[in-house]
């Protein structure tokens, strides 16, 4: 049983379906002019047509790439080098991919201001305001945590930039066809959260932002994206866009919120992240006196499958730095899990995962020196 979505998703068995002929019959670049290549660049223009439409964005807005973390180092490195010199806004629960890049940033002489959330993970709109400057170029904040779901109020960040006239990049990887997503300059995407293959995502720009390409080579994606398509991912990111309903929104929110109410009637126990405002499909929940990596082997010796927070970082010791941004305790931090859901859990599998999680809480509490 699959419990860490969050981390990755199975691929639907018709994206798979749609992706094979561009393995096998259909392998063409697409930068060639022979048929092969022409059946390869038109698979490519309707992915892309695919993706602005389900945005609402321009074709030409869609700039594909390797995946989320690579889109939001081209997002915010693009925007950095182009501009040169300045100060830029994110928040202290960002994934790796947005921190490690301005630490970067850093380095090379650019300011960066690292906003505090509440317990949360709410970022303050008044001390977003209060952080833009003069020489402020981009504002960088998550669409949904990735690790305790929030989901961020984008819409008002993205009126509160526009009025400043700076720059606003989301990260929404884990939100996108879970949550409506309006406002921002650039949006990072990934196809693997989403039921798509591995190894293929977009940075959707407003055709107004001026960024640099972060890689040379040839002209692909625009100019801003050099390298050979993965056309077969592509293809795959798109027909996942396409499989997403409404519906496994709704249904995923009340298999969520099921379990939240089953596992909270363990003793010492919370929910972490906002009740309500949070992705359809998480749940990240820490238990007093235990360690949440022990509770992840029990549930892995069980068969089922959960984590203790974000899959990059799952080798390090280290409490999670989200966890710690909205005010637990590093033993609190440890003695916790994240159950991320997909379409494809049953009710079935969730009554299993909240009976073993209970034994298991249960167990390591009996052998813990607390």
Same mark, same amino acid.
């Given at each position: 049983?699959?419990?860490?979505?969050?981390?990755?998703?199975?691929?639907?068995?018709?994206?798979?379906?749609?992706?094979?002929?561009?393995?096998?019959?259909?392998?063409?670049?697409?930068?060639?002019?022979?048929?092969?290549?022409?059946?390869?660049?038109?698979?490519?223009?309707?992915?892309?047509?695919?993706?602005?439409?389900?945005?609402?964005?321009?074709?030409?807005?869609?700039?594909?790439?390797?995946?989320?973390?690579?889109?939001?180092?081209?997002?915010?490195?693009?925007?950095?080098?182009?501009?040169?010199?300045?100060?830029?806004?994110?928040?202290?629960?960002?994934?790796?991919?947005?921190?490690?890049?301005?630490?970067?940033?850093?380095?090379?002489?650019?300011?960066?201001?690292?906003?505090?959330?509440? @317990?949360?993970?709410?970022?303050? +709109? #008044?001390?977003? %305001? *209060?952080?833009?400057?003069?020489?402020? =170029?981009? &504002? /960088?904040?998550?669409?949904?945590?990735?690790?305790?779901?929030?989901?961020?109020?984008?819409?008002?960040?993205?009126?509160?930039?526009?009025?400043?006239?700076?720059?606003?990049?989301?990260?929404?990887?884990?939100?996108?066809?879970?949550?409506?997503?309006?406002?921002?300059?650039?949006?990072?995407?990934?196809?693997?959260?989403?039921?798509?293959?591995?190894?293929?995502?977009?940075?959707?720009?407003?055709?107004?932002?001026?960024?640099?390409?972060?890689?040379?080579?040839?002209?692909?994606?625009?100019?801003?994206?050099?390298?050979?398509?993965?056309?077969?991912?592509?293809?795959?990111?798109?027909?996942?866009?396409?499989?997403?309903?409404?519906?496994?929104?709704?249904?995923?929110?009340?298999?969520?919120?099921?379990?939240?109410?089953?596992?909270? @009637?363990?003793?010492?126990?919370? +929910? #972490?992240?906002? %009740? *309500?405002?949070?992705?359809?499909?998480? =749940?990240? &929940? /820490?238990?007093?006196?235990?360690?949440?990596?022990?509770?992840?082997?029990?549930?892995?010796?069980?068969?089922?499958?959960?984590?203790?927070?974000?899959?990059?970082?799952?080798?390090?010791?280290?409490?999670?730095?989200?966890?710690?941004?909205?005010?637990?305790?590093?033993?609190?931090?440890?003695?916790?899990?994240?159950?991320?859901?997909?379409?494809?859990?049953?009710?079935?599998?969730?009554?299993?995962?909240?009976?073993?999680?209970?034994?298991?809480?249960?167990?390591?509490?009996?052998?813990?020196?607390?």
């Amino acid at each position: 049983m699959y419990f860490d979505n969050g981390a990755t998703t199975q691929v639907d068995p018709e994206v798979v379906k749609a992706m094979l002929p561009y393995f096998t019959k259909k392998y063409g670049n697409a930068s060639s002019l022979h048929k092969y290549g022409r059946e390869a660049r038109k698979a490519i223009e309707d992915a892309r047509t695919i993706i602005a439409n389900y945005l609402n964005v321009k074709p030409s807005e869609v700039i594909f790439t390797s995946g989320g973390t690579e889109s939001d180092n081209l997002a915010i490195k693009g925007v950095a080098e182009a501009h040169g010199k300045g100060h830029i806004i994110t928040s202290s629960i960002e994934h790796h991919a947005v921190l490690n890049t301005c630490k970067h940033l850093e380095k090379k002489g650019f300011k960066i201001t690292y906003l505090p959330v509440d @317990k949360y993970g709410f970022v303050d +709109l #008044n001390k977003l %305001r *209060e952080s833009i400057r003069k020489d402020t =170029i981009l &504002v /960088s904040i998550m669409h949904a945590n990735n690790e305790i779901g929030t989901i961020e109020p984008i819409e008002e960040i993205s009126k509160i930039c526009r009025r400043e006239g700076v720059l606003f990049h989301t990260d929404a990887v884990q939100s996108f066809t879970k949550v409506p997503i309006k406002g921002p300059d650039l949006i990072s995407i990934s196809s693997h959260k989403i039921h798509g293959p591995k190894g293929v995502g977009a940075l959707i720009k407003k055709e107004s932002v001026k960024i640099v390409r972060q890689n040379d080579g040839g002209n692909h994606e625009f100019g801003l994206r050099a390298g050979t398509e993965n056309v077969p991912g592509i293809v795959g990111f798109a027909k996942a866009v396409q499989l997403s309903k409404p519906s496994h929104v709704q249904e995923m929110t009340k298999l969520r919120d099921y379990i939240i109410d089953k596992i909270l @009637k363990i003793p010492d126990s919370w +929910l #972490n992240g906002h %009740r *309500e405002k949070r992705l359809c499909n998480n =749940i990240n &929940v /820490s238990f007093k006196n235990i360690e949440g990596e022990s509770l992840l082997l029990y549930l892995d010796s069980k068969g089922i499958a959960v984590s203790t927070g974000s899959a990059c970082s799952s080798h390090e010791l280290k409490p999670s730095h989200v966890l710690m941004a909205i005010g637990l305790r590093p033993e609190e931090a440890h003695g916790t899990i994240r159950i991320t859901l997909s379409r494809f859990n049953t009710k079935e599998e969730a009554d299993t995962l909240i009976k073993e999680v209970e034994a298991g809480v249960e167990k390591l509490r009996r052998m813990s020196p607390w």
